[in-house]
């Protein structure tokens, strides 16, 4: 499955911003899908991840109660809503896609597809 990211941008502490993410697969409903950010010299760090539209989504210890995944089957995309941004939270996020029935992964090598990443950079 191709995925493509968007929705990145510069922000200040404090401020909210939506990411997206479109996939290009026949059957959207097959995976499952997360986000990961990853800053220069880190590993890719696990955000958030989400199985099926009504499971319930699991999320890193650093967004927990900030962030929200969420996925909208009709236009194959992945949303990650995130509030109350912080300087931390500046990264490039990615989303990925594994199949459904493996379930959601906070490992990044798990996920098999990867989309190209949307910079996202939090000003104090």
């Known amino acids: 499955v191709q995925l493509q990211a968007s929705g990145g941008g510069l922000v200040q502490a404090g401020d909210s911003l939506r990411l997206s993410c479109t996939a290009s697969?026949?059957?959207?409903?097959?995976?499952?899908l997360a986000w990961f950010r990853q800053t220069p010299g880190k590993e890719r760090e696990f955000v958030a991840a989400?199985?099926?539209?009504?499971?319930?989504?699991r999320y890193g210890d650093s967004v927990q109660g900030r962030f929200t995944i969420s996925r909208d089957h009709a236009k194959k995309t992945v949303y990650l809503e995130m509030n109350s941004l912080k300087p931390d939270d500046t990264a490039v996020y990615l989303c990925?896609?594994?199949?459904?029935?493996?379930?959601?992964?906070?490992?990044?090598?798990?996920?098999?597809?990867w989309g190209q990443g949307t910079l996202v950079t939090v000003s104090s």
């Open positions: 989400i199985r099926q539209t009504f499971s319930t989504p």
């Open positions: 990925a896609a594994r199949p459904v029935a493996l379930g959601y992964s906070t490992s990044a090598g798990s996920y098999e597809s």
């Open positions: 697969a026949r059957t959207f409903s097959n995976y499952a």
